[in-house]
C-alpha cells in the first residue's frame, strides 16, 4: 500500500514540518490541486486468507474507508477499516465455486514526512494491515452470488431490470464488482461490470436494489435484444470488461455517480467490425443518480475525454473515481505493466482530476437511445460540451518511488510498483485545528495471483506473488483563514489611527488629499468584505462539521456555483489596481469568465491570472522608483533655494517611510511571483495575506509620515526639509515649526518666492499639484559696495527659471 499526500490551493495550509518535499502543481478550472509526494507504504501478502480460508484476492478492485470507523489514536498515529470487494473472483475453473463477498481490513497509519529514502522494509513500518472479517453476499431470494462470466439473461421483473445469469441451466445471479460505496445508512452501493449494473446490498450481505442505466448502455444484439454476455462486444451499449469500474457518492446529497471504464460500442469504443478500438473509445461517460428518495432518479450525465498515449493516441481508460467536491472527481488512470502485468517498466499510471463543471448534461436526452451516438467513430458531435480533464499525480515518479523503497521497471520483485491500480478511497484526518485534511488511498488488485493460494480447499499456484499495494493523498483548507483573520486584525488598529490623522479639518483642505482618503476608505471597505467572504466560507463549510461525512468541507469551498468562489479574485483584482485602467480589464474578464467558461479556454485563463503577479510586481517596483526619484527631486529643490540646514536626516527619513511601506506589498508580491512559478502549494497563504497587507500599506504610510513630521517640527534645524516633502494632508498647522523662516540677519536682503508642494509621496505627477506661495527671507545679495563681479552673481531662483529678484 501507497500513501501520498494531496491539498486544494484556494485555501491552502502550511506546508509539512521537517525537510521540503518535491511538490507539483495543477490547474483544474478555478482551483489548484498538489501533489506532496508519497508518506506511507503497506502490503497485505499476497497469501493472506479470510476466515473461510480462501486467498485474499483482488481487492484493489473496489474499496472505500468504513464510516465511523476512521480516527486518531494515542501516540498520533491514524486508524481505520478498509471495506474492500474482490471482482469476480480467481481465474479458471476455481471462480465457479467462488461466492461474491466484502473484507473488512484493519490499519494503522504512521506518515513519514522525511526526506531520506526509505529501504523496503522500513517503509512497511508507514502502514501496517490486518484482516477482520468477510461477509458473503446473497440475492434477494437468498441464493449464493457468483462471479462467473454470465451466457444467460434472468427475464425482467416487477422489482428488477433483466439481470445477468451464470447460464440458463444455472440461475445465479452474477456479478463483476469493481466499485464499492458506503451510503449514510449503512447500506452499500457496488459497481458492476457485467450489466453494467449498480447494485444495492444491505450491511449483512443481502441485495436490496438494482440500479439499471439508460438503454444506451445496456449490452445489445443485432436483433436489439440484451445479451449479457462477456466474451465479445454487444453491437452498442458497455463494451466487454469496461462497465462501471468507477463509483463514488456525494454524500451531502446522496447523490451516486457511476463511470464507465472507457466509451460505450456506439461512442467510438469499438470499430465497424465490431472490435475493441482503444484509438478512439477516449469519450466516456458518467451518470448520476439521487438515491435519497424512495427510488433511485437520474439526475445527470456527461461526456468525459479521457486521457490518451502521446505516441500512439490510445486511450487511458479509468480504473475508479473519487468525488472531491462539487462536480469534482479524481480518476485512476493506468496501463497494464508493473508487478503481475505484462511487463515491468511502466508508462503511465495517474490519478487525474476532472470537472463536470460546465459540461452539457445529456441525461434524458436523445444519446440515451443507442441509435444517437454522442461521439460516433470517436469523434464527440458539435453540441455537445465535454468534462474538463487535467493530469494530477504521477504514480511512477521515480523520486517518489524511490523515497519508499520502490521502483519502476527491472528487476521484477516485490519492491516493483504494481500494475493494476484500480480502487480509490478518503478519509478526514480528524484534526480539530485541521477539519479540511483529508487522505486519498489507492489500491492495486493483485489478481488472485499467489504461489501459495487456496480456494474452496483447492490450492493453487499463479506463478507469481503480487502483494496489494496502496497510495494515499491530504488536503489542507484553513491556515491562510488564520493568518488573514489576524492580518486583518492588525490591518483594523492601524486604520483606526490614520483615519484620526487624516479627518482632521486641516488635512482635507486639498483635493490631493480627499483622494487618498477615498482610497483608503474603498480598500478598507473592500478588505473588511474580503475578510467576511472568507470567514463566512469557513463558518458555513465546517459548522455541521461531521467526522462520518468527510467531504462536507470540500463540497462547499470547490463548489464553483457559489458567490464567494468567484467574489474573492474580483475583491483582489480591485485592491490590486485601484485607481489604475487594469482594475476594469481584470475585474470584467474574470467575472465574465466565471460565468462563461466555455468561451475562454482554461489554458489562457490560467496564463492570464498568472501574469498578474509579476506585472503588479513590476508596477510596484516603478511605482515605488517613481516617488523615490520624486522626492530626490524635491530634495534637491530645497538645497538649492539655501534654507535646507540639515538635508540628509530628513530626506533619508521621508524616503524610509515610503520606501519602507512599499516594501511589505512588493516582497509579497515577489514571493507570489516565485511561488506562482514554481507551482507551489503555500501560495495560498499569501493570496490570503495580500488583501489586508495592502491596506496596512498605506495606512502605515499616513502614520509613520505624521509621526515623523510631529518629532521634526520641534527641531528648527530640520523643519523646512520635513514641511517641503510632508504631503499636507499629513500635517497640520499646529503641527508646523513655528520658527519656518532663518533668523533676521543684518544688511540688505533680496526677495523672492518659495513653493511648498502639496504632496510628493502620492503617485501624481510634481508638475500638476498645487502650490501655495509663502514670502521667505532668502541670504543677502551683494552690496553696491562690493566688489564681487556682478556679471558672475545669480540669485537662487534665477537658475530654475521661476521668477526675477528684487535687488
Known amino acids: 500500500m501507497y500513501l501520498y499526500t494531496w491539498l486544494s490551493s484556494l485555501l491552502l495550509s502550511h506546508i509539512y514540518g521537517g525537510e521540503r518535499a518535491e511538490y507539483v502543481t495543477f490547474q483544474l478550472g478555478r482551483h489548484s490541486y498538489v501533489n506532496k509526494g508519497p508518506v506511507a507504504f503497506g502490503i497485505l501478502p499476497s497469501n493472506a486468507v479470510d476466515s473461510l480460508g480462501d486467498t485474499i484476492g483482488g481487492i484493489g478492485s473496489a474499496v472505500t474507508v468504513k464510516r465511523g470507523s476512521w480516527f486518531v489514536t494515542s501516540n498520533g498515529s491514524f486508524a481505520g477499516t478498509f471495506i474492500t470487494h474482490p471482482d469476480s473472483g480467481p481465474h479458471g ?104 449494473h449498480v447494485y444495492h446490498f444491505n450491511s449483512s450481505g443481502h441485495r436490496i436494489g438494482v440500479i439499471q442505466p439508460p438503454r444506451a448502455y445496456v449490452p445489445l444484439n443485432s436483433a436489439g435484444d440484451i445479451e449479457f454476455v462477456s466474451d465479445a462486444n454487444p453491437v452498442t451499449g458497455r463494451m466487454e470488461g469496461q462497465g462501471f469500474e468507477g463509483l463514488t457518492m456525494d454524500h451531502e446529497t446522496r447523490v451516486l455517480y457511476a463511470m464507465l471504464q472507457s466509451a460505450l460500442v456506439q461512442d467510438g469504443g469499438a ?18 443518480y439521487g438515491v435519497g428518495g ?35 472527481f479524481l480518476s485512476l488512470s493506468r496501463d497494464g505493466d508493473g508487478r503481475g502485468g505484462n511487463g515491468e517498466k511502466s508508462s503511465y499510471k495517474q490519478i487525474d482530476l476532472f470537472s463536470v463543471n460546465g459540461a452539457t448534461n445529456i441525461a434524458g436526452s436523445k444519446y440515451d437511445d443507442p441509435s444517437h451516438p454522442v461521439a460516433p467513430g470517436g469523434k464527440l458531435v458539435d453540441d455537445v460540451v465535454p468534462a474538463e480533464y487535467t493530469s494530477f499525480v504521477d504514480m511512477i515518479d521515480k523520486k517518489s518511488l524511490k523515497k519508499l523503497g520502490l521502483h519502476n ?57 503480487v502483494d496489494s499495494q496502496f497510495l494515499m493523498y491530504k488536503i489542507y483548507f484553513l491556515v491562510s483563514f488564520w493568518l488573514e483573520a489576524t492580518l486583518y486584525g492588525l490591518y483594523f488598529s492601524l486604520f483606526v489611527v490614520a483615519l484620526n490623522i487624516m479627518m482632521r479639518k486641516q488635512a482635507l483642505a486639498t483635493s490631493s488629499s480627499r483622494v487618498f482618503l477615498t482610497g483608503i476608505l474603498a480598500m478598507f471597505v473592500l ?57 476594469v480589464r481584470a475585474t470584467s474578464v474574470n467575472y465574465y469568465w466565471f460565468h462563461h467558461e466555455d468561451s475562454i479556454p482554461v489554458n489562457v485563463m490560467t496564463r492570464m491570472f498568472r501574469i498578474i503577479y509579476p506585472l503588479n510586481l513590476a508596477q510596484n517596483i516603478l511605482t515605488t522608483s517613481f516617488i523615490g526619484f520624486r522626492l530626490y527631486k524635491q ?45 507551489h502549494p503555500s501560495i495560498v497563504i ?60 543684518s544688511g540688505r536682503r533680496s526677495l523672492g518666492m518659495r513653493f511648498v ?44 527659471g521661476n521668477m526675477g529678484i528684487t535687488r
Open 93 to 196: 475453473n476455481l471462480k465457479d465455486g467462488y461466492q461474491t463477498r466484502q473484507h473488512e481490513i484493519d490499519f494503522v497509519l504512521n506518515p513519514y514526512e522525511g526526506s531520506k529514502n526509505l529501504d523496503y522494509s522500513e517503509a512497511l513500518k508507514t502502514l501496517t494491515l490486518s484482516y477482520q472479517r468477510t461477509v458473503l453476499q446473497f440475492d434477494t431470494d437468498g441464493s449464493k452470488l457468483s462471479g462467473v462470466d454470465p451466457n444467460g439473461t434472468r427475464p425482467p421483473t416487477s422489482s428488477d431490470p433483466a439481470l445477468p445469469l451464470v447460464s440458463s441451466a444455472d440461475p445465479r445471479l452474477t456479478l463483476d464488482t469493481e466499485s464499492i460505496v458506503e451510503d449514510v445508512d449503512g447500506t452499500y452501493w457496488l459497481g458492476d461490470e457485467y450489466g453494467p
Open 757 to 800: 508642494t502639496t504632496s510628493v509621496v502620492e503617485e501624481h505627477q510634481l508638475d500638476d499639484m498645487p502650490r501655495k506661495p509663502e514670502f521667505v527671507a532668502y541670504p543677502e545679495a551683494p552690496s553696491r559696495d562690493s566688489k564681487v563681479d556682478e556679471e558672475s552673481y545669480k540669485p537662487p531662483f534665477e537658475d530654475m
Open 294 to 328: 424512495e427510488s433511485p432518479e437520474l439526475k445527470g450525465e456527461w461526456v468525459v475525454p479521457l486521457p490518451r498515449s502521446a505516441s500512439k493516441g490510445k486511450t487511458r481508460a479509468s480504473s475508479e473515481i473519487l468525488f472531491v467536491g462539487d462536480g469534482t
Open 409 to 465: 521497471g527491472s528487476p521484477d520483485d516485490e519492491t516493483l510498483i504494481a500494475s493494476r491500480w484500480e480502487g480509490l478511497a478518503i478519509a478526514p484526518v480528524c484534526d480539530a485545528e485541521n477539519q479540511d485534511d483529508y487522505f486519498v488511498f489507492a489500491i492495486a488488485d493483485n489478481n488472485f495471483s499467489t504461489t501459495d493460494g487456496i480456494i474452496g480447499g483447492v490450492p493453487y499456484n499463479q506463478g507469481l506473488d
Open 527 to 583: 478588505i473588511t468584505f474580503h475578510n467576511s467572504t472568507n470567514m463566512y466560507r469557513m463558518l458555513t463549510a465546517y459548522a455541521s462539521y461531521d467526522p462520518n461525512s468527510p467531504n462536507h468541507a470540500v463540497s462547499f469551498l470547490l463548489n464553483l456555483k457559489n458567490w464567494d468562489a468567484y467574489a474573492f479574485p474580483i475583491i483582489m483584482g480591485c485592491l490590486t489596481w485601484i485607481g489604475d485602467i487594469l482594475v
Open 635 to 679: 530634495y534637491k529643490v530645497a538645497s538649492k533655494t539655501g534654507f535646507d540646514p540639515n538635508p540628509g536626516r530628513n530626506f533619508i527619513l521621508i524616503t524610509r517611510i515610503i520606501v519602507e511601506s512599499a516594501l511589505i506589498y512588493t516582497t509579497q508580491m515577489l514571493i507570489l511571483t516565485v511561488l506562482c512559478f514554481i507551482d
Open 271 to 288: 470499430d465497424k467490425d465490431g472490435k475493441e478500438s482503444d484509438t478512439t473509445s477516449r469519450h466516456t461517460r458518467i451518470i448520476a
Open 686 to 745: 499569501i493570496q490570503h495575506a495580500l488583501a489586508p497587507s495592502i491596506g496596512i500599506v498605506f495606512v502605515l504610510i499616513a502614520i509613520r509620515a505624521h509621526a515623523a513630521a510631529s518629532v521634526t517640527s520641534s527641531h528648527s534645524a530640520g523643519s523646512h526639509t520635513i514641511n517641503a516633502i510632508v504631503p499636507t494632508w499629513l500635517t497640520s498647522k499646529n503641527e508646523e515649526s513655528p520658527n519656518m523662516d532663518p533668523p533676521p540677519r
